[in-house]
């Protein structure tokens, strides 16, 4: 039997990472959308999500938090939509390598570049992501060896990953290299990428 998926999510947040991934395991899922500074903060919301913050999944009685564990969730959970490495396969390690980098260094990296934050010579050994240019040339260095992360195989990290370096890109955070422009643009012409983002659009156009 099939276990209830809520989505919560705002159409202006990381929620488009999941929806996203739901879109691309093709399941049926419910869509909650919450408003910031209104029941984004509710009683409720905040019993699952104590941080207050989308996006977010209750599966039957379990809640995930955190985009990357959602997409790794949901990979596993419905391994056979293929949006994973096996588990005895090497690239089981590429797939988690790539996909925690985003949710760490990567994201860090950027965000530190939007606020000017200070990270330097004097300071980078002691700070997660390391100096900017490193984390950039590291994850230039992730997409030489095929279409997606992992080869030929696309995966859950592809859409994370991805949404990252998209979103770095239209910020401004992440310089705009070929092979960042070339993989962002394989990916933006899939159909469920497609599929979702016209789903959020219309979704933010409502709330």
């Known amino acids: 039997m099939m ?28 869509t909650t959308m919450l408003e910031y500074d209104g029941d984004i903060k509710s009683p409720y919301f905040l019993k699952l999500n104590p941080m207050g ?9 379990l809640v995930v938090t955190e985009g990357a564990a959602i997409c790794a969730y ?3 959970h419905f391994a056979e939509k293929n949006l994973a490495p096996a588990l005895n396969s090497p690239e089981r390690g590429t797939y988690y390598r790539w996909l925690f980098f985003a949710a760490g260094p990567l994201e860090m990296a950027t965000t530190a570049k939007a606020y000017g934050w200070r990270i330097d010579a004097e300071n980078a050994q002691s700070v997660g992501c390391g100096l900017y240019q490193d984390v950039l040339n590291t994850l230039e260095s992730a997409l030489e060896n095929g279409p997606y ?13 991805g949404s990252h370096i998209s979103w770095g890109m239209m910020f401004k955070n992440l310089d705009e290299r070929p092979a960042f422009k070339r ?12 599929r979702a983002n016209q789903l959020d659009d219309e979704l933010a156009k409502s709330g």
């Not at 809520?6 to 996203?20: H, K």
């Not at 913050?53 to 009685?61: E, F, L, S």
């Not at 993989?183 to 497609?194: F, K």
């Open 183 to 194: 993989y962002v643009q394989r990916l933006a012409s899939r159909e469920a990428a497609i």
């Open 3 to 30: 276990q209830d998926l809520t989505f919560f999510t705002n159409p202006n947040s990381r929620g488009r990472i999941v929806r996203w991934m739901l879109e691309e395991l093709d399941v049926p899922y419910k």
């Open 74 to 76: 949901l990979a596993d």
């Open 53 to 61: 913050k989308v996006p977010a999944i209750k599966h039957g009685d």
């Open 149 to 161: 992360l992992c080869g030929e195989q696309f995966t859950a990290a592809d859409v994370y990953v």
